[in-house]
């Protein structure tokens, strides 16, 4: 069985339940529905998913010693499939998020780091058996891109010096938080080199390279523009969401992917890969919220159990389907989606 990290941002997502009329106005009181309290931000959001798949992980986080705290650490050892790797920093506050998602309407988020401001990678061991270690939201995890990001550079270093394959993802940068005004064309010109698998969002890209999405806005030309040039930065695999449009899968060539670590298994299906994956239709949407870390874990399934790009991409894009409609991402929701995937997909994964 494939070992798997998940590091780096960790919090806890708390959605009351909204009937879309609800304001801020002082002196008034708006009744809400019931409140959702569960594990979020990358590490919560791509663990919960690869669980759901069957592959066990190691959550690698800092929490701090707040009652928040201790039902994060809770949560994550109540759930099967996830073994905690937290650090609990003394007299820390623990990340949290406010989700307001009324009815047909994109989400908002109020947003505390706590934390999460003190994760600078040295939480993430070198240990046996180790795969892949997948590292979530970096800019919000300022020790970690401090000095110009020199810090994840040297942990995603120490990673694939010892044959591990190193996955990223990013969040929209807000340019008001304490990591907004970084150099982030800087940042991800010295840090693609040692990224084996990128999986950000065309608004995480453009909200990092503003000049190179141009004035075009998210179009197809943009998202693959900026794939491409990711690639030219070094990365392996490249695989940018991009809502409802899909996700624009691009690879390397053939020696950067064999440099890929053990968990890129058959690396060679994977060369020169430029493709689209569709999205699956739905009849119901519920939330957005995780769908694009949903796409980093099916894909990251797919490579460590040697699927074909295509098949792999159209796992990634069956587990966020799952998402958006509101339900957890294991085989046998899948199978509701895509039952031909399933199919093919049994024998590989053990399903």
């Not at 919960?48 to 986080?61: C, K, N, R, T, Y």
């Not at 970096?138 to 010892?162: F, K, Y």
């Not at 075009?216 to 392996?236: F, K, N, S």
């Not at 009849?283 to 040697?306: I, K, P």
Request: a negative charge; charged letters at 20%.
């Amino acid at each position: 069985m494939a070992r798997v990290a998940v590091a780096g941002h960790l919090c806890l997502d708390l959605t009351p339940r909204l009937a879309g009329v609800e304001r801020i106005e002082p002196g008034h009181l708006f009744e809400v529905g019931p409140l959702s309290v569960r594990l979020g931000g990358s590490v919560g959001n791509t663990g919960a998913a690869l669980v759901d798949l069957g592959v066990p992980v190691d959550v690698v986080a800092t929490v701090g010693d707040d009652d928040l705290g201790v039902l994060a650490r809770r949560m994550v050892e109540e759930r099967t499939g996830m073994t905690s790797r937290l650090r609990q920093a003394t007299g820390s506050t623990s990340s949290y998020s406010l989700v307001f998602e009324a009815p047909g309407l994109d989400r908002t988020f109020w947003h505390h780091i706590g934390s999460n401001a003190l994760f600078d990678g040295s939480e993430v061991e070198v240990s046996a058996g180790l795969d892949v270690v997948h590292l979530g939201y970096p800019n919000l995890l300022p020790a970690l891109v401090a000095d110009s990001a020199a810090p994840m550079r040297e942990t995603l270093t120490r990673l694939r010096a010892a044959g591990v394959t190193t996955s990223l993802d990013l969040a929209v940068i807000d340019p008001r938080s304490p990591t907004g005004a970084l150099d982030w064309e800087q940042i991800l010109r010295l840090t693609m080199s040692e990224v084996d698998v990128f999986t950000p969002s065309v608004d995480d890209l453009i909200s990092a390279l503003p000049a190179f999405a141009g004035t075009a806005g998210d179009d197809d030309a943009t998202v693959e523009r900026l794939a491409e040039t990711l690639l030219d930065w070094g990365a392996g695999v490249v695989a940018v969401s991009a809502g409802p449009r899909g996700v624009f899968l691009c690879t390397a060539d053939t020696d950067r992917l064999r440099a890929g670590g053990r968990g890129l298994v058959g690396p060679e299906r994977w060369v020169g890969v430029r493709t689209w994956m569709k999205p699956y239709p739905l009849t119901r949407v519920a939330t957005t919220t995780g769908a694009g870390d949903a796409v980093s874990a099916g894909l990251l399934c797919g490579l460590l159990m040697g699927l074909s790009p295509w098949r792999s991409g159209s796992l990634a894009m069956a587990c966020a389907a799952a998402v958006v409609s509101g339900r957890r991402p294991t085989p046998d929701v899948l199978g509701t989606i895509d039952r031909s995937l399933v199919t093919a997909c049994q024998r590989d994964l053990s399903w």
